[in-house]
């Protein structure tokens, strides 16, 4: 049955509803809910010798039903298309061979509807792009804002077959040219984050308004003839499906990939268009072109990079003041560490391990070796080291290289506590948590946090990032100055920046460093481990002013 149903190119029906929005007028004529709603279907260059057809995933999608005057088809990837006629060309872009749901609505007269949902089966896409998915995800979270400081980061151009295809020709945008009038300004506030979840890329849109090209102001709500900021709801994920690129823009100009964006998803200059091609991409800058809605004549050119437009300039902390390389093996230098002790009555986190002086933390080949562990009593081991009274600082920059545990129901951190907690007890002396993680909660969530009056426990400020594979060596990274504390994963910006002033007093005195690993605990959600042994490796801790 199921060799049938491909030959024949007619899909199976899996449900199917009947709706009608009104009653029955007779200025629309007779009014008869869409029947007998069905699919055809052929998967492009499918053959004998191609039964899955020829690797592009494009399949053609042929809908029918009594009495239709539009069709509605909804993806899985939560894409939708609307077409008159019920033929859609469609690509399907998950690498391998996949099956894929459908669900088609059949709309009539005064919007009576039939919804029927279908599988499309054995659809070979060849297409995998591991390389543009690493640098706009940094194979977690990353996040592009406007580039706003380059010529050119809005622009415009023909598209034609022999036009400048890859630039923009008619009109190039100063730098900061939009930030001058309220009518456009908020282009700049747009904060665009890549999210790799499992093999899916995910962009949220953040802004303080939407800039909307003049022709399509109406979306906004609004009636102006020129470019203009509005309210608009851009809230929610939206898929972004990689493609081979199609377009006039010459082989040597483009990377060869496309994205697009489900549900309408845009990068926040507002054209009607959610398909943008790449033309170029590193790891702090990205350059996409796109067909404006409703005019194939005039491409749109956009600049992005890594660097907030509007944040206020990292400080410089250029020269190095203190660090262990870990490059003599044995114990952990006592000239730089004191190697803690107990389980001090869970650590105020219902924690399970007991700290130990010995057997826990080791350097050997220029690593250090944080070791969790469950000895022969039942008893988890583990060790946490501070800096205290060994190195005391305020502000600077900590870079600290690390590779993370995931057994569940680990909890490694690194991070900073208030040198005066003995006379400011907790959370009065202030924490930095540079970094934390649990991978029962998530196996790809890294979170940044701060604790202090008002703001500690399950009330602190925190902020969180994806991390792709927090097993392998990434750079965990807190600028901390008077006017600002920022988090970086391997230079990309990460969980949040929290602005300073002396109105915090706890973040402007000095603090020491400390790593460890806990087991259980409240930050693993009170996760009762099964794991014998993991570890935590470090290859270096250094600090910056």
Not at 14 to 24: E, I, K, N, R
Not at 223 to 231: F, G, S
Not at 359 to 367: L, Y
Not at 407 to 436: F, H, Q, R, V
Request: glycine fraction near 10%; charge should be negative.
């Amino acid at each position: 049955m199921k060799e049938i149903f491909k030959k024949l190119g007619i899909l199976v029906m899996l449900v199917a509803v009947a709706t009608g929005c009104v009653d029955d007028d007779t200025k629309f004529g007779d009014i008869n809910t869409p029947t007998a709603l069905s699919l055809n279907y052929n998967i492009m260059g499918q053959d004998a010798a191609n039964p899955n057809g020829d690797g592009t995933g494009y399949v053609q999608l042929k809908a029918y039903a009594e009495g239709a005057i539009s069709y509605k088809y909804i993806f899985p990837s939560g894409d939708t298309k609307t077409v008159a006629g019920g033929e859609l060309m469609y690509r399907f872009t998950s690498t391998g061979i996949n099956d894929y749901e459908i669900t088609v609505i059949a709309y009539g007269r005064g919007g009576v509807s039939t919804s029927n949902s279908f599988v499309i089966e054995d659809v070979l896409s060849n297409f995998d792009d591991p390389v543009t998915t690493g640098l706009l995800t940094g194979t977690g979270s990353k996040v592009w804002y406007w580039a706003a400081a380059e010529q050119g980061h809005l622009g415009v151009g023909p598209n034609t077959p022999t036009g400048n295809n890859y630039w923009p020709e008619w009109y190039a945008a100063a730098p900061f040219e939009k930030a001058g009038s309220p009518e456009s300004s908020c282009l700049y506030t747009n904060k665009l984050t890549f999210t790799l979840d499992g093999s899916m890329i995910k962009l949220s849109l953040e802004n303080e308004g939407t800039f909307f090209n003049a022709a399509f102001t109406s979306v906004g709500g609004g009636n102006q003839t020129t470019d203009a900021c509005l309210p608009y709801n851009v809230s929610g994920q939206k898929n972004v499906m990689l493609a081979p690129a199609q377009s006039y823009v010459p082989e040597e100009f483009s990377t060869g990939t496309q994205m697009t964006f489900s549900d309408g998803g845009f990068m926040g200059y507002y054209i009607g268009q959610s398909t943008y091609e790449i033309l170029e991409l590193t790891e702090n800058r990205m350059v996409v072109r796109a067909i404006m809605g409703g005019d194939d004549a005039l491409a749109w050119y956009h600049i992005f990079t890594t660097q907030d437009p509007s944040a206020t300039p990292d400080p410089e902390y250029n020269n190095l003041i203190w660090a262990d390389e870990f490059d003599v093996d044995g114990a952990p230098n006592a000239a730089n560490w004191t190697l803690e002790e107990g389980n001090n009555n869970g650590w105020g986190n219902q924690e399970l391990q007991h700290y130990t002086q010995s057997g826990n933390a080791a350097v050997s080949g220029g690593i250090l070796t944080i070791t969790a562990n469950k000895n022969q009593d039942g008893i988890y081991n583990s060790a946490r080291m501070i800096s205290r009274n060994k190195f005391d600082f305020t502000y600077g920059r900590v870079e600290i290289r690390a590779k993370l545990p995931t057994e569940l129901g680990s909890w490694p951190a690194l991070w900073m506590l208030g040198s005066n907690y003995t006379t400011n007890p907790w959370p009065g002396c202030g924490e930095i948590d540079i970094m934390e993680y649990a991978a029962n909660v998530s196996p790809t969530t890294i979170s940044g946090t701060l604790h202090y009056p008002g703001n500690f426990g399950g009330s602190a400020n925190t902020g969180s990032t994806q991390l792709a594979d927090p097993s392998e060596w990434h750079t965990y990274t807190l600028i901390w100055s008077p006017e600002v504390i920022k988090w970086y994963i391997d230079d990309n910006p990460a969980f949040k920046t929290f602005v300073n002033s002396n109105a915090h007093p706890y973040f402007n005195w000095n603090y020491f460093l400390i790593m460890n690993i806990a087991v259980g605990g409240n930050f693993t959600q009170n996760y009762t481990p099964t794991f014998l042994t993991d570890s935590m490796e470090v290859d270096y801790v250094r600090v910056y002013q």
